[in-house]
């Protein structure tokens, strides 16, 4: 068989787009360069707004975190109860 | 939630007066000239700003990409993916950049950046020339038949036997028993099929990653036909050569030939699991795999 790529499949990756792909750092921001990386995170949004306050916004908000914000999302269903959500951000169920 | 702390979240949103979006890194080598021909998110031209061999694909941008509509998030997640798409077949292989990975700044620190990483991107390029992100979901249409289970498993022989001669009471306890057995008996089975496709892929692939077997609910499923109940065996993703693309594929043909096993089989992508980070003391994400050609800048 052979792979396909059209809008079906594209579902598969939409989610990889906010998750993976190359990083850069936020540190690599302090320590190696004056070219501040403004790293956005659109995660956040899905993950829920609130998310990214509790995070103190954006300073804070590396990848590890951003790694959390997802996997909360992702699992959302399992601990729904320690994650307000935004009701229009979720597409489950 | 309250709406107060979401305008608040809003309010304190980034800004800046220039900035270039970047979709991804290309290698530039060999290749004449860096005109790209596609259109970026929310339909900005889109360019290459190269520092020797290494290219990054631009957009130029003065705010950051964010929005709590959903349908709007997807069109943009879909127009990042159709540039890297597109980067990919001008140039082959890209480093494919998280969606919304802004630089503050002009075309010159984006090139300054280039310069300054230049030997580790390089690296990270010719490492994955050639070779892409594919994608393999095993579902189970037909799930296996509970007697042939039962056949096969002492425990839920012997339970079923004693169900049949037990009290009502004991009979109903025997019965969870029985229930979670199986469970279990399922789940072996899943992960032992889960284990020899993974075995036989890995001779055709640089990598292989077993993911969720759930497939997380996203902004990409808003468009996702309902699940139809089917079980999901195994959800695998691959770092493989192009030229791997039709052994890989004629392992999947033997697993679908298997009955009631379904196989979807998406590719070419671009690295995105596989994508290295760079920065002082990068290292995996949670979750994910860790970056796969040790170029991490360290």
Redesign the interface.
């Known amino acids: 068989?052979?792979?396909?790529?059209n809008e079906?499949?594209?579902?598969?990756?939409?989610?990889?787009?906010?998750?993976?792909?190359?990083?850069?750092?936020?540190?690599?921001i302090v320590?190696?360069?004056e070219?501040?990386?403004?790293?956005?995170?659109?995660t956040a949004?899905?993950a829920?707004?609130?998310t990214?306050?509790d995070y103190g916004?954006?300073e804070e908000w590396d990848?590890?975190r951003?790694?959390?914000a997802?996997?909360r999302?992702?699992y959302?269903?399992r601990d729904r109860e320690s994650l307000?959500r935004?009701p229009?951000?979720?597409?489950?169920e | 939630m309250t709406d107060g702390g979401r305008r608040d979240a809003r309010a304190e949103t980034p800004t800046f007066e220039e900035g270039r979006y970047v979709y991804c890194l290309v290698s530039l080598e060999g290749t004449d000239g860096t005109s790209l021909e596609t259109e970026g998110v929310e339909g900005e031209p889109v360019r290459v700003v190269d520092a020797g061999d290494v290219g990054a694909v631009v957009h130029d941008c003065e705010e950051i990409y964010d929005s709590a509509d959903l349908e709007r998030i997807r069109r943009w997640l879909v127009r990042h993916q159709r540039v890297v798409d597109d980067a990919g077949d001008a140039f082959g292989t890209p480093l494919p950049f998280q969606f919304d990975t802004v630089f503050r700044g002009d075309d010159a620190a984006v090139h300054a950046w280039l310069e300054r990483e230049r030997e580790t991107l390089e690296a990270a390029l010719s490492s994955l020339a050639g070779h892409w992100e594919y994608r393999v979901e095993v579902v189970r249409t037909d799930p296996v038949d509970e007697s042939t289970l039962v056949r096969a498993d002492a425990d839920l022989t012997d339970l079923r036997g004693r169900i049949e001669d037990a009290p009502e009471g004991a009979a109903f306890l025997l019965e969870k028993r029985y229930e979670r057995r199986l469970d279990e008996v399922r789940a072996r089975r899943r992960g032992d099929r889960a284990d020899r496709l993974r075995d036989r892929l890995a001779d055709h692939a640089r990598e292989v990653h077993e993911l969720e077997r759930t497939r997380p609910q996203s902004v990409g499923e808003l468009s996702a036909a309902a699940d139809d109940g089917a079980e999901t065996v195994c959800r695998l993703t691959l770092l493989a050569h192009e030229a791997a693309e039709a052994a890989i594929g004629g392992v999947l043909d033997e697993v679908a030939e298997e009955d009631g096993l379904e196989v979807r089989f998406t590719g070419p992508w671009p690295p995105y699991t596989f994508a290295p980070s760079f920065g002082e003391g990068a290292t995996g994400r949670d979750g994910g795999p860790e970056p796969t050609t040790g170029t991490d800048a360290r």
């Open positions: 068989m052979k792979p396909t790529k079906d499949a594209l579902v598969d990756v939409i989610d990889v787009l906010l998750r993976d792909g190359v990083v850069l750092r936020a540190d690599v320590s190696v360069a070219i501040p990386l403004v790293g956005v995170k659109l949004v899905v829920g707004m609130e990214m306050t916004l954006f990848t590890t951003r790694a959390r997802v996997e999302r992702q959302g269903h307000e935004e229009s951000a979720e597409a489950d």
